[in-house]
């Protein structure tokens, strides 16, 4: 795999996504635009390393992330520039393996432009020129690709906003608050560099999980035959609520083990019904892509998620006999299939006018967050397409999501195709970690990998 062929076919695919090489732009406080200055571009970061690690180790490591050298992501979930250089809205890193027996491509691109779907469009496009270099072919006939990424095209194919606002609106979005209008007017690098300090105090880890698609037949069947729903609950909204459950569980397994004081408080807290610590939230992505307009045929690559959010009463979800646990789950399988549905056109325009009405609105989560501390955060990539990038070399072996984003954050990710299952990605503290290992439910249905 050439080092310039790799290179050139990358901003071959910049071409496609101009904005990655724009400039975060401070409007008014609070207010970021990206802009694009065709005379002085913020080009993306594109390194080459040598490695003493070969494929066959990583293999043996089963492609843990933990086998690869600190050096390997060159940034963390919050990108930052420096003192003389803008926060660039692109990083990649290719490090070679020893022998020439491989490659690692790390590639972070900033989520206020592009979201998963965006992400793996780039790197698609990025694969699709490489290969057409690989097999002879020059800069006068790559292959024409269209994308779109202006925000104008959600506004134009926005509905009427429905008549009252959905509770998590009221929760969520709609209260402002002293410290989210601090965050807010801090400069983007400043915010970045506080925000990502505060994460690094968590101690995080990951840990990846395997589900077959023969086990997740099981499960999937399980809940059907329990629940009583008149809508048909799909693979992910099992997936997601038994993450959920399994979440809850070990969260309150890790509380049990505590210290003597931090019990006592717990109790103290729980004693309300109304209680934060009585509350445990299920949040999960949505891509408003089929939901709206023509965006899906426009082939649109801009962050294009809304959020929807699952409250639960956290006793409701820690119950550890399986027969019990098989109810609860049938049930909340139920709640995320309609929360799913509940995204309509008038839903996702009443969103994102909130979400784009006040400066702060885009950290008001975070605020909330610390009233809800008991909660999972959920993304699912299964219909993603990590798998088709063939640099010309074939499709990549492992896809892996960035070390330690946040914490209680679930990813759901495709497999390599012949594996014909799921990753699940879980990010928490060790003692959470600790929970689900223990699990005897996810132990039944998921193989740790690494």
Sequence with gaps: MSAKLLENSFYGA???????????????????????????????????????????????????????????????????????????LAKVHVMRLKGNSGVVIFASLAHGVVDAVGYSAFINRWAEISKHFAQGGNDQNVPLKTVNSHRYLIYRDLSPMLQTSDNLLKDVYLPSTLFSRIIAWIAPEKRA??????????????????????????????VE???????????????????????????????QSSRFWSQIARLFTQAKPDSPSARFDISM???????????????????????QVIPCKFNDLISQDESTIMDILAQLSTKVRAKTNASSPEYISQFIRTVDAEPDCFVRPLVCGTRYP????????????YYSADFGWEIPEWVNPIEGSFPNFIGILPTYPSLDGYHIHVMASKQVHQGFKSSQIWSKYFECVH
């Excluded at 809508?231 to 070990?250: F, H, K, P, R």
């Design 14 to 88: 910049l071409a496609d996504f101009p904005l990655l090489a724009g400039y975060l732009h401070e409007v008014r406080t609070g207010w970021l635009q990206v802009v694009v200055d065709k005379f002085n571009l913020n080009m993306p970061e594109f390194k080459e390393t040598q490695s003493a690690i070969h494929f066959d180790t990583l293999e043996s490591a089963r492609f843990s992330p933990k086998a690869l050298p600190s050096y390997m992501a060159t940034t963390t979930a919050f990108a930052v520039g420096n003192s003389v250089a803008a926060v660039k």
């Design 193 to 222: 560099r506080l925000l990502g300090s505060i994460n690094s105090f968590v101690g995080t880890t990951n840990c990846c999980y395997y589900i077959s698609k023969q086990s997740l037949d099981q499960l999937h069947s399980a």
């Design 225 to 255: 035959q329990i629940s009583k729903s008149a809508e048909q609950i799909s693979y992910n909204d099992v997936l997601t609520a038994l993450c959920g459950i399994v979440m809850a569980q070990s969260i309150n397994q890790s509380q």
């Design 285 to 307: 992505a949505v891509d408003i892509r089929p939901r709206i307009g023509k965006l899906a045929s426009l082939n649109y690559v801009g962050n294009c998620m809304i959020k």
């Design 374 to 385: 008991m909660k999972l955060l959920t993304t699912n990539h299964t219909r993603v397409n």
